[in-house]
Nanobody
């Protein structure tokens, strides 16, 4: 499964962006999915995850209340709505999926990774 992430860009602090992720070649509607990010010089960080049904989501405190992960299995797409963006949200954002529907915050538990999309938040 190859994941294609899109929707990144440059936005001012306080603004919003919506990232999208879709697989090429097959459906991933039965997989858990999520997002990680990595800023220059920093370790990769878990951002959000969602079960295959969309019934359960999980966020770290750093984005809770500002970011929302969702999915539309009919469109085979996972979204990350990012509101109230801050300069420290600047990073490359990676879409991920795993072959089970259990949420994980560990990057090592995800089987598939997208190519990353750059999000830059200016102050």
């Amino acid at each position: 499964v190859q994941l294609q992430a899109s929707g990144g860009g440059l936005v001012q602090a306080g603004g919003s962006l919506r990232l999208s992720c879709a697989p090429s070649g097959r459906t991933f509607s039965s997989y858990a999915a999520g997002w990680f990010r990595q800023a220059p010089g920093k370790e990769r960080e878990f951002v959000a995850a969602i079960t295959w049904s969309g019934g359960r989501t999980y966020y770290p405190d750093s984005v809770k209340g500002r970011f929302t992960i969702s999915r539309d299995n009919a469109k085979n797409t996972v979204y990350l709505q990012m509101n109230s963006l801050r300069p420290d949200d600047t990073a490359v954002y990676y879409c991920v999926a795993r072959r089970v529907s259990v949420i994980s915050t560990s990057e090592y538990d995800y089987d598939y990774w997208g190519q990353g999309t750059q999000v830059t938040v200016s102050s």
